[in-house]
């Protein structure tokens, strides 16, 4: 990091004592006061009063070293003579270089007290071709729930996609999230930094944040440079990789802008002991933003676009639940042939445009407002294999256009930050009927406005508290067909009639339509009792309507081979959480401690039901159900410097999922995880490092058994048997390797070299929360090369 | 900069006009064309025609398919059979058969039927481009001796037709999707 030496004034003399007494106030170069900034002198710190004050005693005369520090802004360091008790002010411009690690955590921080990780950019960079969710997990509590080797998304302690809302650049990700194999439509390449919250406190983005918000913020170059950046990526899993490239222009004043580019092309992937058919991936995605920034006010305005085409393995499409009981009674996968590039049915295509533009302008120095549009754009195409070949339509044709107005005031002073906004959307997803499917979800509009204020009270700088409350309210309509076998089915006759627009054959055309008042809160507390030891609380209510999928879902999912039925009789889900951190640092150690607990009320889940027979034989039927239902669990993240190369790091996660009116456990909770990384790191050789990393994920203890008996023919007679869903796979333990390197090129310019093994040992296993488990084992070993230009 | 905000305000409000727009569409409904509702195997020989029917008219709907059998086999015969599939949800109905008959590299039907019931071998008229069998035509010899049992028939959707013995009609190789399954009662007088 570069080192600026910005000014400094007013320097008097006050005699020749050899201790002395140094103060003076810290301000930004407008002159507004920074607390908690750090000043050193001598040998003394201390750090700035709200007011941006100081004071130091006991400094010796002579010359000493002077170094002013703040998150955000440019270290200061000189040398100074003191001769005297004085006082020195200095101003902190803001910083212009990249934001790494703790910083970011702080500057985009929602408020203090909330309970939240970061991940920095040189592990973004690291992981530059993983999707979102493997990032994420480099945080402990977050577990990834995947479907086949390609479609990831992120669980936090425990809770995944509607419940975890991605902010994008200040825009709530609108892709169709409600779907377990739904993957978020985001290139991680596009990331300066990655939060996680755990909990619903931030309050700006939504009040139905049930297990917890990922925000993402781009890159800021805050000083006037041109520079560029690019990373290739190749794996021998999947024999493909990526190419990403990023120019950025920054600017103190005026214009600056990025754009990324990104390229994917992955072949099949595989297993230990046979190629999974049908998993090649390929995706391009580019984003700019374009901004101005001017004495008073800043104009943000970004544009994103994001492609992906994914096979599903082929060895996972089944017909009905014969073919389940053969897969799990196997466990070999029914389908493997040889490796091919290329991608056929099953298949998904993805495509996602979101464009936003942000007006924020500073009336004075406490007051700012924020005005925001966004529009989204979402389509999906499922490609099932049809009966005939010839027929190349999807089937499943989603679109969702998402409109959303966010407009913010802010107030702060030195103790107190208010924060209150409005939030108008809309939202319409087309379902097209020309697939010759009966869709999943069907057509619908959505109209949301919400009202939240946020306000943090700082007592001092080891105290400060927060609340929030937040009202949604939404009016939702779809229209939908349902077959009058199903209407009757479902016993709507008594409760819905009034939906019914019309007869159209054996189904009925409805316009089921639902408003609802969302309810969100949230306090929050944090104390810092010295400087290594700080403690955050949080407390917080939630409150989410059911996605389209829980309240419409009717009929065969094609890619589980399962009938899901929603129900029109599902109320909001209520969540009140507590979750804690505990924080305590020792001289070569870092210990993060995280506890939580999740009542939630009104937990809707997927629950087997029974069987439905049709023509294609018999299918299990899932019904959206809804419980009382408590998650508990910890995380523990630990830091260990044994001495300046050599490091150790933890990662600890453990959930726990019971279904209070049932008296049982909840599906689909990850595992208890365990990762321990040893890293070496020498600087003087080119920056050499060197990581060996284990990942240990324990075999699940804790399931509902919903295991079901069925027919199979057997010697040409029916015969029951059990198929076993519910048991998780075996734990496992693997090790991956991790290698670079960095040399100058050139002039100014950098390459760096990485070479890393993912599965190191070709360890066979199966993932729990993998949803394709039945059919295949996970990905074996995977070399991968990095190149790294900046320039 | 005035200019700027006119463009923004332009782009918005015809965003959310199209938007709007979309929504007073009525969508029709969809014409199921992935369905088969109708599965039908007539047996002939000894003079007797008999017809086996399992259809299901709400497709993926909650209702069982209705199955019909016209009648019941006698010991010994031999039997010529014939298996028809039907979308009669799509407008006009649907014959799926010759459909299956000119992809029937990518099809097979498979008959299961306990020995003492009858034995089933597929028809030597009836195969796919490689010379594999489809199945749509078989024969069936009923059992020696006055029994009850089921007719599994299965329709499947790219099964591996080189696995040992998915030509002869033994369906536990052949992996690949189920796109039809019915299971008829079946009596041996």
């Known amino acids: ?67 002013v520090a703040a998150i955000g802004y ?56 993983s999707s979102l969710a493997t990032l994420l997990k480099e945080v402990s509590g977050v577990a990834v729930l995947k479907t086949g080797s390609n479609i990831m998304k992120p669980v936090i302690n425990g809770l995944h996609s509607s419940r975890v809302p991605i902010i994008n650049q200040n825009v709530r990700m609108e892709d169709q999230q409600w779907g377990t194999e739904h993957a978020p439509n985001f290139d991680v390449n596009a990331a300066g930094s990655v939060t996680i919250i755990k909990g619903a406190s931030a309050l700006q983005y939504g009040g139905d944040a049930i297990g917890g918000v990922v925000v993402i913020e781009p890159e800021l170059l805050r000083k006037d440079t041109l520079q560029a950046k690019s990373i290739l990526n190749l794996a021998t899993n999947g024999r493909g990789g990526s190419v990403s490239t990023m120019v950025q222009k920054g600017a103190k004043k005026g214009w600056s802008w990025n754009a990324l580019g990104t390229f994917k092309y992955e072949g099949d992937k595989e297993a230990p002991n046979y190629v999974l058919s049908n998993s090649g991936a390929r995706g391009s995605s580019f984003s700019g933003n374009l901004r101005f920034a001017g004495e008073r006010y800043h104009w943000n305005s ?74 989204q754009h979402n389509q999906r195409l499922e490609f099932d294999l049809r009966r005939n070949a010839l027929n190349t339509k999807a089937a499943l044709d989603l679109a969702v256009t998402t409109h ?64 929030g409350i937040r009202y949604d309210f939404a009016n939702i309509e779809a229209s939908k067909y349902y077959l009058k076998s199903r209407w009757e089915e479902r016993n709507y006759a008594a409760d819905f009639s009034h939906f019914i627009v019309r007869e159209e054959g054996n189904q009925w055309f409805t316009k089921p339509r639902f408003l609802q008042h969302n309810w969100a809160a949230n306090i929050g507390y944090r104390k810092q009792f010295h400087h290594e030891f700080e403690w955050i609380m949080n407390i917080s209510l939630a409150t989410r309507m059911p996605n389209p999928s829980e309240w419409f879902s009717d009929g065969l999912h ?63 039927v899932w019904e959206y159900k809804q419980t009382e239902a408590l998650l ?14 050599l490091q150790h790091g933890l990662n600890f996660s453990f959930v726990n999922g019971h279904d209070l009116t049932k008296k049982a456990y909840l599906i689909d909770m990850p595992p208890v995880q365990l990762q321990q990384t040893f890293t070496y790191v020498k600087k003087e050789w080119h920056h050499l490092k060197i990581a060996l990393k284990n990942e240990i994920v324990f075999t699940k203890k804790q399931f509902p058994n919903y295991d079901f008996e069925t027919n199979i023919v057997v010697d040409g007679e029916l015969t029951p048997v059990f198929v076993p869903i519910s048991k998780p796979p075996k734990g496992y333990s693997l090790f991956h390797f991790y290698s670079e390197m960095a040399f100058p090129m050139f002039q100014k310019n950098k390459i760096t070299v990485a070479f890393s093994v993912q599965n190191l040992t070709n360890k066979v296993y199966r993932d729990y929360l993998n949803r394709q488990r039945f059919f295949a084992d996970e990905m074996g070993s995977s070399f991968q090369v990095q190149l790294k230009f900046n320039y | 900069m005035k200019n700027l905000k006119k463009a923004v305000a332009v782009v918005f409000l015809t965003l959310l006009n199209s938007a709007c727009n ?40 909650p209702n ?25 949800l799509a407008n006009p109905v649907e014959d799926l058969t010759t459909e299956i008959e000119e992809e029937g590299a990518a099809h097979q039907v498979f008959y299961q039927i306990a020995p003492a019931v009858g034995a089933i071998t597929y028809a030597a008229n009836n195969v796919d481009v490689n010379g594999k069998p489809i199945g749509l035509r078989f024969s069936l010899v009923a059992g020696s001796a006055a029994t009850t049992g089921t007719l599994t028939i299965t329709l499947k959707h790219l099964p591996n037709k080189a696995a040992t013995g998915v030509a002869q009609g033994n369906i536990a190789n052949a992996g690949g999707a189920t796109d039809a399954m019915v299971v008829f009662p079946i009596a041996v007088n």
């Open chain 1, 404 to 467: 959303s107005f966010l407009g913010t005031y802010t107030y702060s002073n030195t103790l107190v930050n208010l924060k209150s906004g409005v939030q108008i959307g809309y939202q319409n997803n087309f379902s097209d009927p020309k697939t010759g499917v009966r869709p999943l979800i069907p057509s619908y509009s959505k109209m949301e406005t919400g009202l939240f204020a946020i306000g943090t009270y700082k007592k001092n700088n080891a105290t400060s508290f927060e609340a």
């Open chain 1, 1 to 67: 990091m570069r080192l600026f030496i910005v000014m400094y004034s007013c320097l008097a003399f006050w005699g020749a004592y050899s201790q002395n007494t140094i103060s003076g106030t810290i301000t930004t170069e407008n002159g507004l006061p920074l607390s908690d900034v750090h000043v050193h002198i001598g040998k003394k710190a201390t750090a700035t009063k709200p007011d941006g004050t100081y004071i130091l005693s006991g400094i010796p005369s002579g010359v000493q070293k002077v170094y």
């Open chain 1, 302 to 375: 970004y544009y994103s676009y994001f492609q992906q085409e994914v096979g599903i393995l082929k060895a996972a499409h089944i017909g009905n639940v014969t073919d389940l009981y053969t897969a799990i009674a196997t466990q070999k996968p029914n389908s493997t042939e040889d490796f091919t590039y290329s991608i056929a049915a099953p298949k998904q295509e993805v495509q996602h445009h979101l464009a936003k533009i942000n007006y924020q302008f500073r009336k004075n120095e406490s007051s700012t407002f924020d005005f925001q549009y966004a529009v």
């Open chain 1, 632 to 645: 508990t669990g910890v995380d523990l993240n630990t830091q260990w410097d044994w001495n300046s190369y």
């Open chain 2, 64 to 88: 069982a398919p209705i199955q019909t059998v016209s009648g019941n086999l006698v010991a010994g015969t031999t039997y010529m059979g014939a298996t028809t599939f039907k979308n009669e």
């Open chain 1, 74 to 129: 440019t270290t200061l360091e000189k040398q100074m003579e003191i001769t005297g008790s004085t006082t020195l002010n200095f101003q902190l411009q803001e910083q212009v270089v990249v934001l790494k690690d703790m910083e970011i955590k702080q500057r985009i921080t929602k408020n203090s007290s909330n309970s939240e990780q970061n991940i920095r950019i040189e592990t973004i960079e690291q992981l530059s071709n």
């Open chain 2, 22 to 61: 979309n929504d007073d569409t009525v969508n029709p409904p969809v014409n199921e064309e992935e369905v088969i509702t109708t599965v039908t195997t007539v047996l002939t020989g000894g003079g007797q025609v008999i017809t086996l029917t399992s259809r299901d008219l709400d497709g993926d709907g």
């Open chain 1, 558 to 620: 094609h890619s589980n081979g399962q009938i899901e039925l929603g129900d029109l009789r599902l109320k909001q889900e209520k969540a009140y959480k507590w979750n804690t951190t505990i924080k305590k640092e020792w001289k070569t150690l870092t210990a993060t401690l995280q506890p939580f607990v999740n009542r939630v009320s009104g937990f809707i889940y997927l629950q087997p039901t029974g069987f439905e027979t049709t023509i294609r034989g018999a299918f299990p």
